[in-house]
C-alpha cells in the first residue's frame, strides 16, 4: 500500500496516467490546496503547485509524459520531472467534455461514459453500457449514487456503492462498499454472488518514505 495523507484528496480531480506508473492528485491539507504529480502509490510530489483554494486544481494526463492542468498556476517545483505541460484537450470520443471542463469530466468520457438525461432534484446522470443488455448509471450531485438498468426494465439498486465501474480486463463488475471492493459477472439475469476483492478496513496508519 503507499502512504497516507493527513488532509483529503478530492477523488473527482485527479487521474493515473495510461502506464499506471504516475498519478495527479489534488489535497487540501491544514487549509490549504495544492496539486501534485507522483510516483503511483506515493504522495511525494515530482511535479507541485500551491493554489490555495478548490476552486481551481487537478487534472488529467494527455500521454504518459504530458498532462492538462485545470486552471493551475505554473508549476513552482518541478524537480527534473520530465513531464510537459498540455494546452489542448484530449480526444475524449464522448459528449461529456465543455469549455469549462473538469479533470472528471474528462476521465470519464475517456472512460465511455456519456451524458444521460438527468432526472429533478436527483442532479446530473451518467451511463455507461456494459453487457448483456445492461446499463451502469451513476447520479452525481452531492453524492454519487450509481444504479444497473437492462434493456429488460429490470433495475438493481447500487445506492450502497460508494464506488462502482466495469473491469474490462476482468470482465466484471467492480464496487466499493463499507471499505470493501467486490466484483461480480453480470448475466442477463443479473449479478452473480460477488467476490470480495480487497478488504481495506482493518489497515492503519504506518508512516512510509517514498523510495525517490
Known amino acids: 500500500m503507499g502512504q497516507w495523507l493527513k488532509g483529503r484528496i478530492y477523488e473527482r480531480r ?16 491544514a487549509g490549504k490546496a495544492y496539486s501534485a504529480i507522483a510516483v503511483v502509490p506515493f504522495l511525494k510530489a515530482k511535479v507541485f503547485c500551491s493554489h490555495g483554494t478548490t476552486y481551481e486544481g487537478g487534472g488529467v494526463f494527455t500521454d504518459n509524459s504530458s498532462y492538462l492542468p485545470c486552471g493551475w498556476c505554473d508549476p513552482i517545483e518541478e524537480y527534473n520531472s520530465g513531464f510537459q505541460r498540455s494546452t489542448e484537450l484530449p480526444k475524449s470520443g464522448g459528449s461529456l467534455c465543455a469549455s469549462s471542463w ?24 451518467l451511463q455507461k453500457p456494459l453487457v448483456n443488455g445492461w446499463t451502469l448509471q451513476k447520479w452525481i450531485s452531492e453524492h454519487e449514487e450509481y444504479r444497473l438498468v437492462s434493456e429488460r426494465g429490470t433495475e ?50 504506518t508512516s512510509i518514505e517514498a523510495p525517490y
Open 156 to 205: 438493481l439498486d447500487g445506492t450502497t456503492w460508494e464506488w462502482a465501474d466495469w473491469d474490462s480486463y476482468g470482465n466484471r463488475l467492480v464496487w466499493a462498499q463499507e471499505g470493501k471492493l467486490y466484483g461480480a459477472r453480470l448475466k442477463a439475469g443479473g449479478l452473480t454472488s460477488p467476490t470480495l476483492i480487497y478488504d481495506f478496513a482493518p489497515l492503519q496508519f
Open 102 to 125: 473538469t479533470a472528471d469530466t474528462l476521465r470519464l468520457s475517456r472512460s465511455e461514459w456519456t451524458a444521460a438525461d438527468a432526472a429533478p432534484n436527483r442532479g446530473k446522470c
Open 14 to 29: 485527479g487521474d493515473i496516467s495510461p502506464n499506471g506508473q504516475f498519478w495527479l492528485y489534488m489535497a487540501m491539507k
